[in-house]
């Protein structure tokens, strides 16, 4: 094995594809190739990854207006490579957003001044997150990184507290959901504490950015079209406005 190659753990059946990006003495670090997930392995565990045109991902289709002025994404990311991918999944879908890659620890010291800088209509807080299976899943220091994200969701909400104003997507592999919730994130994961694709947050917000502002959004349609389908969320509106011109013409 070595650097880039992309292998599965037998361990675990091969349930998730990871790039190889270190080594240490005899154990290679991974990170998922779909999944925000960092793991390692001995080689012995690993194998290599044969891509299969039927595992090609499809991104779910979300409806795109014209005529419309569609909401801005915040995209902050503890993971430069899953920023680059969330920002081209972004592009795809036709949502103007801007992306910084800023370590989780770090994120909170820097979200008042992006807020401000950018004033977006929904803002997601991702990188890289886990819980420790054996600790409390109801104590935050159960978790590596859902402390920085709370904390992150906390000081966003200092600045925009209306959650109709600024829509907050929050959250990592298996983070707190409920604590996530409770600080006043619209959108979290993971309330099974599983993984989540690395583009879970994307879709969502995408398909908030697209959604009428005056009509009723089906959150449970927009959570089961996520890849992983473990996010969970609370009543939001939608940030797409119609355009008029001259009465009831739209332009």
């Given at each position: 094995?070595?650097?880039n190659?992309?292998?599965?753990?037998?361990?675990?059946?091969?349930d998730i594809?990871?790039?190889?990006?270190?080594?240490?003495?005899?154990?290679?670090?991974?990170?998922?190739?779909?999944?925000?997930?960092?793991?390692?392995?001995?080689?012995?565990?690993l194998?290599?990854?044969?891509?299969?045109?039927?595992?090609?991902?499809?991104?779910?289709?979300?409806?795109?207006?014209?005529?419309?002025?569609?909401?801005?994404?915040?995209?902050?990311?503890?993971?430069?490579?899953y920023?680059r991918r969330?920002?081209?999944?972004?592009?795809k879908?036709?949502?103007?957003?801007?992306?910084?890659?800023?370590?989780?620890?770090?994120?909170?010291?820097?979200?008042?001044e992006?807020?401000?800088?950018?004033?977006?209509d929904?803002?997601?807080?991702?990188?890289?997150?886990?819980?420790?299976?054996?600790?409390?899943?109801?104590?935050?220091?159960s978790y590596?990184?859902?402390?920085?994200?709370?904390?992150?969701?906390l000081?966003?909400?200092?600045?925009?507290?209306?959650?109709?104003?600024?829509?907050?997507?929050?959250?990592?592999?298996?983070?707190?959901?409920?604590e996530?919730?409770?600080?006043?994130?619209?959108?979290?994961?993971?309330?099974?504490r599983?993984?989540i694709?690395?583009?879970?947050?994307?879709?969502?917000?995408?398909?908030?950015?697209?959604?009428?502002?005056n009509?009723?959004?089906?959150?449970?349609?927009?959570l089961?079209n996520?890849?992983?389908?473990e996010?969970?969320?609370?009543?939001?509106?939608?940030?797409?406005?119609?355009?008029?011109?001259?009465?009831?013409?739209?332009?």
């Amino acid at each position: 094995m070595k650097i880039n190659d992309l292998v599965i753990r037998k361990k675990y059946q091969g349930d998730i594809v990871f790039r190889v990006i270190g080594k240490m003495n005899d154990i290679f670090i991974l990170k998922g190739e779909f999944v925000r997930l960092i793991a390692d392995a001995r080689e012995d565990d690993l194998e290599e990854y044969i891509p299969n045109k039927k595992q090609n991902l499809i991104l779910p289709r979300i409806k795109s207006f014209d005529h419309y002025v569609k909401g801005k994404v915040l995209h902050i990311d503890g993971d430069e490579l899953y920023l680059r991918r969330a920002m081209e999944a972004y592009s795809k879908y036709k949502v103007e957003a801007f992306g910084y890659y800023i370590k989780e620890g770090d994120m909170k010291y820097r979200i008042k001044e992006l807020l401000i800088e950018h004033n977006p209509d929904i803002l997601v807080i991702t990188g890289h997150d886990s819980f420790k299976s054996k600790e409390d899943k109801y104590k935050i220091e159960s978790y590596i990184n859902s402390k920085f994200f709370v904390d992150t969701v906390l000081e966003a909400r200092k600045v925009r507290s209306d959650k109709d104003d600024l829509i907050i997507i929050a959250g990592a592999c298996q983070s707190y959901f409920e604590e996530l919730i409770k600080a006043g994130a619209n959108f979290a994961s993971s309330p099974n504490r599983n993984n989540i694709h690395l583009l879970d947050p994307v879709i969502v917000a995408s398909f908030l950015a697209n959604s009428r502002i005056n009509e009723p959004i089906d959150i449970e349609y927009i959570l089961v079209n996520t890849i992983s389908k473990e996010l969970g969320g609370i009543e939001t509106h939608g940030k797409a406005r119609k355009i008029y011109v001259g009465g009831s013409h739209y332009i």
